[in-house]
């Protein structure tokens, strides 16, 4: 299942999976996803128990002088919740002052890119709009670029999301709240938009059963475009709290409507792709800094990028460890090649 769209200007041409709905840049920018490794690339299987090493001392230094880009992740790896986590605004500083570029991708898809820009400024973490690709933002982009889609959105998510559609001028309904009205009689007969080509969901305060509804009877139409920001099950948040994620709600609409989402966040490549296609990123020399095994590191395998655990959100060392005997071969794809307590390990290399 192939279409064909331009992404900042430069033609490219893409495969939606139509079983895990993971997106990927069809030959030449294919990458492995879980059985076929990339070309001239590390073996998953002779690898992963080579990986999972903690990043300290004269070797950190040596690494990240091998890099040029550094992807962050945000939510648990820069701050939880409201709080910054205690060093990372010294240590984003330093490797701006090295030369390095950074870039924020973030499957959290409550925030427009200028919130994003907003709150890491507000935490003394600092980033220009540019820098920052959130899935509100690329899943936008993903309709108007690639899927060049003719018709309405039917959304589930919140304010950001909204926004962001508005921005690149797709039409859209559904955000905001739904009370229920009559019964079930009335919602099984409930009148549909005819202009709908695409039913999105991401993170909405408002999901209800009319939601829900809604969401399946537009998806029965198997022509409809069923995209997802993110399925991520929990959102973490300060003093160790978390809360039901978007993976939830795309794990009902999917149940409804006995179709497949197809995935714009991580672990897909796509917020890779948006990053590198306007910033000629090197994946050689780039690294990707997370803190979930099945969403960061996965998605900087399948790109080809080193990758580094921090734990100071949700996966534990434990897991990564756990999997690099794994028969699994994803879960193998999920082992980090390092990893650190917090990004403010990375501080006495920056200095050194």
């Given at each position: ?14 495969r939606l999976h139509p079983i895990s709905g993971v997106l990927a840049a069809r030959p030449p920018m294919r990458r492995a996803l879980v059985r076929t490794c ?315």
């Amino acid at each position: 299942w192939t279409v064909q769209g331009q992404l900042a200007g430069k033609l490219t041409s893409w495969r939606l999976h139509p079983i895990s709905g993971v997106l990927a840049a069809r030959p030449p920018m294919r990458r492995a996803l879980v059985r076929t490794c990339r070309e001239g690339a590390r073996s998953v299987a002779d690898m992963a128990g080579s990986r999972c090493s903690p990043l300290a001392g004269p070797g950190a230094a040596e690494f990240l002088a091998s890099v040029d880009t550094l992807l962050f992740d945000c939510d648990g790896v820069l701050w939880r919740g409201e709080q910054a986590v205690p060093g990372a605004a010294e240590v984003l500083a330093a490797l701006r002052r090295s030369g390095k570029r950074v870039f924020f991708l973030t499957n959290n898809s409550t925030k427009t890119r200028a919130m994003y820009a907003g709150k890491l400024g507000r935490l003394g973490l600092g980033a220009d709009e540019r820098e920052v690709f959130g899935t509100a933002y690329c899943t936008a982009l993903y309709l108007r670029t690639v899927a060049r889609l003719r018709g309405k959105v039917y959304l589930i998510g919140g304010q950001a999301l909204s926004e962001e559609l508005r921005d690149a001028g797709i039409p859209h309904l559904g955000a905001g709240p739904d009370p229920v009205r009559g019964g079930m009689s009335d919602w099984a007969g409930e009148a549909l938009d005819p202009d709908v080509r695409a039913v999105v969901v991401g993170f909405d305060e408002h999901f209800s059963y009319m939601k829900l509804n809604k969401a399946a009877a537009y998806l029965r139409d198997s022509t409809c475009l069923f995209l997802a920001t993110n399925t991520d099950s929990r959102l973490p948040l300060e003093g160790g709290k978390a809360i039901p994620g978007t993976g939830c709600l795309v794990k009902a609409v999917e149940t409804a409507a006995h179709r497949q989402a197809q995935i714009i966040g991580k672990p897909s490549r796509f917020l890779y792709e948006c990053v590198a296609t306007d910033n000629e990123v090197d994946p050689a020399r780039t690294v990707m800094v997370g803190d979930r095994l099945d969403t960061d590191i996965l998605m900087g395998f399948n790109c080809g990028l080193k990758t580094i655990l921090t734990l100071t959100g949700f996966s534990s060392l434990e897991e990564a460890k756990s999997y690099q005997g794994s028969d699994c071969p994803t879960k193998r794809s999920m082992v980090p090649d390092y990893y650190v307590k917090s990004i403010a390990d990375l501080l006495p290399a920056l200095q050194a």
